[in-house]
C-alpha cells in the first residue's frame, strides 16, 4: 500500500477559483515512520491553518514541495509507501498531477480547465522558491542552493526561456501548416549565457523533422525566420541582447 499525501480541501467560497494553501510546516523528514493520524504537515490558508494528516501508516518516501510552496487543494506534497516498497507508480501519478490541474482538486476535468488570458500570478510565500499561477495551471520555480534556494522548480530565467523556446515552436508550427510544408516534430533549445546573473547571449536551435526530399533547405530557414518574426515571445526580448537562431534537421 501507498498514498499520496495533498494539500486538503477547504471549505467553498464565493469565487470561482480554489483558495491556494501554503506549507507551512513538514512535521516529518524523509524516511521516517507515520501512524495513521498522524499529522505530516501543516499548510495554511488565507483563513486557516490546517493540518495533513497520514491516511494509513508507512514511511515518508518523497516530499514532493519545500515548506512556503503554494498550491491548490489536491496537490501532491508527498509520497508515503512502506519502506520495501517500490514507489514509482506513485511517483508518475504524483508527477501527472503536479504537470496540471490535480485531477482531485477543485478545477475539474480538462474540459473546466480555465486559460489564464495573460495574466499570471507568481507567489513567493518564504524564502526563494515559490509558484506561478496561470489559469487553472501551476509550476514552481526555485534559485540553486549556490544562491539560497532549495532547487525544488526551475528558475525564472528558465521558466522565460521555456516560453520562448515554446513560442517558437508554436510559431514555427503555424507557418509550416499555413504553407502546407510536411514538418513533423519540432524541437527548440534555448541557451542563456551567463548561467548566472544577467543574459547576455541567447543561443536558439530550432530543430525540424522534414523530409529532404519534399522540403529543401532554403524552405526551412524561411520558415525558421517566418516564426521569429511572428513569436511574441521574442518579442519581449531586449534590443541589445546578442541573439542567434538556428536550424537544423532532425
Do not use: N
Not at 57 to 86: E, F, K, M, N, W
Request: glycine share 12%; with cysteine.
Amino acid at each position: 500500500m501507498g498514498f499520496l499525501v495533498r494539500i486538503p480541501p477547504l471549505e467553498p467560497t464565493t469565487s470561482d477559483e480554489p483558495t491556494w494553501g501554503t506549507v507551512r510546516e513538514w512535521h516529518v523528514d524523509e524516511g521516517d515512520s507515520i501512524a495513521a493520524g498522524d499529522p505530516v504537515a501543516e499548510v495554511e490558508f488565507e483563513t486557516a491553518v490546517i493540518s495533513v494528516d497520514a491516511a494509513g501508516d508507512g514511511v515518508l518516501r518523497r516530499r514532493l514541495s519545500a515548506t512556503g510552496s503554494t498550491a491548490p487543494p489536491g496537490t501532491p506534497i508527498g509520497i508515503v509507501a512502506p519502506a520495501g516498497r517500490d514507489i514509482a507508480d506513485l511517483e508518475a501519478a504524483a508527477a501527472s498531477d503536479l504537470g496540471g490541474p490535480s485531477a482531485d482538486s477543485a478545477f475539474g476535468t480538462r474540459d473546466g480547465t480555465a486559460m489564464p488570458g495573460r495574466t499570471v500570478t507568481a507567489s513567493t510565500p518564504d524564502g526563494w522558491c515559490g509558484r506561478i499561477r496561470a489559469g487553472s495551471f501551476a509550476w514552481p520555480y526555485d534559485e540553486p542552493e549556490s544562491s539560497g534556494g532549495t532547487e525544488t522548480g526551475p528558475t525564472p530565467v528558465d521558466v522565460f526561456l521555456g516560453g520562448l523556446a515554446a513560442c517558437l515552436s508554436l510559431s514555427v508550427r503555424y507557418q509550416a501548416e499555413k504553407r502546407d510544408a510536411g514538418i513533423g516534430e519540432i524541437s527548440v533549445t534555448a541557451d542563456g549565457e551567463p548561467e548566472r546573473g544577467s543574459v547576455e547571449q541567447l543561443d536558439v536551435t530550432v530543430r525540424l523533422e522534414a523530409d529532404a526530399d519534399e522540403i529543401d533547405d532554403d524552405t526551412l530557414e524561411r520558415l525558421v525566420e517566418l516564426a521569429e518574426r511572428g513569436c511574441h515571445v521574442s518579442e519581449l526580448l531586449r534590443d541589445d541582447l546578442a541573439f542567434d537562431l538556428s536550424w537544423e534537421r532532425l
